[in-house]
């Protein structure tokens, strides 16, 4: 499974990913936009959902934006440099144990 999907956009209020485009197969996704400036700067979108069945991202902007959207998703554990995941459900707090 690959962790990484990226695209480049131009101006768009909404950007839609389908979760078969992005194959991450997983809706624990991180996502972030950058714009097309250089050096590129962080966005904060308006909205960003994920569709909990079908992986399918979609970002929204209060303006026109270009630039890049970056998605990250879990990895199967690698040894001692895997990718640690951890689902909760309304919690108030989470701990995670650094072993």
Known sequence: MAVNYASAFTAQTSISILGATHALG????RVAV???????????????TVHPSTFDVLVTFDQSQSGAIILNGAAPPSGSLGNY????????SVTIAGT
């Open 26 to 29: 997983t809706k624990a996704l």
């Open 85 to 92: 995941r951890q689902f909760f459900t309304a919690q108030t």
């Open 34 to 48: 950058y714009d097309a400036a250089s050096p590129a700067r962080l966005l904060t979108p308006g909205r960003v």
